[in-house]
């Protein structure tokens, strides 16, 4: 495989927390790789080693043949990186951002002018160009963070929950996006808390907690090693959730249900006859349900089966101690 992204051993420490604990994958050239994990499984702090924002402790890094530690400069060259945070000067306006990163990456002015005007229009911001960041609201700093990223058309793409804040319109075009810069053969590794962006999106998944890698593959081969069938109940009253949870609980056969993020309790089910109890339960006890039935599993039941949790809000953060090392790191460069 030609591979555009090499982990190997990967460790990194913050002081006693261990962030990464011997991390393995790779991406192939023009591929996108899904990073999930639940928060602070260490996904981001991967990711800003990736982009040489940190060092790591130990293992072997390289992107595109380069190594992140030996030439940190070479490899910053061909990459994009969208953080968890916008990262835009807000004095100046959205089409002075981009001209300032397209000039700093070596473009002409008319090309980066070019370049400019078609990003800012593809991300619908081409009417707020001339209006300072700061009068942008928070999804419209987050489209121009974007958009920075992409001006270079970087042969590598770092994404770090590049959708987070993003109304539907504009998360489906950050997405749209994303496909067209595969299919242009641009590599792309994605961190997302929104599990139906990695499995729209991602040709292999890598499943990372505690710093370690727990699942990777395909997302149909993730899916074929949960197996079984999910029993999926839906409260009609948010106030039945317990009372609802310990019904299914009491007629699984041992088997203890979860509460997953959309609030839905979910249990592993091969028995149809099942379903059958638990509807008949629910009736006598007056427990009113908006959805009962049986699904095949989803890609929440896999990160659900992995790390023992359901996928959290996609509002949260990840990695707060990386975000702190990755300061520290940018400290001693400019020493």
Same mark, same amino acid.
């Given at each position: 495989?030609?591979?555009?992204?090499?982990?190997?051993?990967?460790?990194?420490?913050?002081?006693?927390?261990?962030?990464?604990?011997?991390? !393995?994958?790779?991406?192939?050239?023009?591929?996108?790789? %899904?990073?999930? @994990?639940?928060?602070?499984?260490?996904?981001?702090?991967?990711?800003?080693?990736?982009?040489?924002?940190?060092?790591?402790?130990?293992?072997?890094?390289?992107?595109?043949?380069?190594?992140?530690?030996?030439?940190?400069?070479?490899?910053?060259?061909?990459? @994009?990186?969208?953080?968890?945070?916008?990262? *835009?000067?807000? $004095?100046?306006?959205?089409?002075?951002?981009?001209?300032?990163?397209?000039?700093?990456? %070596?473009?002409?002015?008319?090309?980066?002018?070019?370049? =400019?005007?078609?990003?800012?229009? $593809?991300?619908?911001?081409?009417?707020?160009?001339?209006?300072?960041?700061?009068?942008?609201?928070?999804?419209?700093?987050?489209?121009?963070?974007?958009?920075?990223?992409?001006?270079?058309?970087?042969?590598?793409?770092?994404?770090?929950?590049?959708?987070?804040?993003?109304?539907?319109?504009?998360?489906?075009?950050?997405?749209?996006?994303?496909?067209?810069?595969?299919?242009?053969?641009?590599?792309?590794?994605?961190?997302?808390?929104?599990?139906?962006?990695?499995?729209?999106?991602? !040709?292999?998944?890598?499943?990372?907690?505690?710093?370690?890698?727990?699942?990777?593959?395909?997302?149909?081969?993730?899916?074929?090693?949960?197996?079984?069938?999910?029993?999926?109940?839906?409260?009609?009253?948010?106030?039945?959730?317990?009372? /609802?949870?310990?019904?299914?609980?009491?007629?699984? %056969?041992? /088997?203890?249900?979860? /509460?997953?993020?959309?609030?839905?309790?979910?249990?592993?089910? &091969?028995?149809?006859?099942?379903?059958?109890?638990?509807?008949?339960?629910?009736? &006598?006890?007056?427990?009113? *349900? &908006?959805?009962? @039935?049986?699904?095949?599993?989803?890609?929440?039941?896999?990160?659900?089966?992995?790390?023992?949790?359901?996928?959290?809000?996609?509002?949260?953060?990840?990695?707060?101690?990386?975000?702190?090392?990755?300061?520290?790191?940018?400290?001693?460069?400019? =020493?």
């Amino acid at each position: 495989m030609d591979c555009a992204i090499r982990v190997e051993g990967l460790v990194k420490r913050f002081g006693a927390t261990m962030a990464l604990a011997g991390v !393995d994958f790779t991406v192939r050239r023009g591929g996108v790789l %899904g990073l999930l @994990g639940p928060n602070g499984a260490g996904k981001t702090t991967a990711v800003q080693i990736l982009a040489t924002l940190l060092r790591p402790d130990a293992g072997r890094v390289e992107v595109l043949g380069l190594d992140v530690v030996t030439e940190p400069a070479a490899v910053r060259a061909r990459i @994009g990186l969208t953080g968890q945070y916008a990262a *835009v000067d807000e $004095s100046l306006s959205g089409r002075h951002n981009m001209m300032l990163v397209g000039r700093l990456l %070596g473009l002409s002015r008319a090309e980066a002018s070019a370049r =400019a005007d078609r990003l800012l229009d $593809s991300f619908g911001l081409a009417d707020a160009a001339g209006r300072r960041a700061k009068t942008y609201s928070g999804g419209m700093r987050r489209r121009l963070d974007l958009a920075v990223s992409l001006i270079g058309r970087p042969d590598v793409l770092f994404l770090d929950e590049p959708t987070t804040g993003l109304d539907p319109r504009y998360r489906n075009e950050v997405l749209d996006q994303v496909r067209v810069l595969a299919a242009e053969g641009v590599t792309v590794l994605l961190t997302t808390q929104y599990l139906d962006e990695a499995e729209q999106l991602a !040709d292999e998944l890598v499943v990372i907690d505690h710093g370690r890698v727990i699942g990777a593959g395909t997302p149909a081969t993730l899916k074929a090693e949960v197996g079984g069938q999910r029993l999926h109940v839906r409260p009609l009253r948010r106030a039945d959730l317990v009372p /609802i949870a310990a019904v299914v609980a009491d007629q699984s %056969g041992g /088997i203890a249900p979860v /509460i997953d993020a959309t609030g839905e309790v979910v249990v592993t089910s &091969a028995d149809a006859a099942m379903l059958h109890r638990v509807s008949a339960r629910l009736e &006598a006890d007056r427990l009113p *349900v &908006a959805e009962l @039935g049986l699904r095949l599993p989803s890609l929440d039941d896999v990160f659900l089966t992995l790390t023992g949790q359901p996928a959290e809000s996609p509002t949260t953060t990840d990695d707060s101690a990386g975000t702190a090392g990755a300061a520290d790191s940018l400290q001693e460069d400019a =020493a």
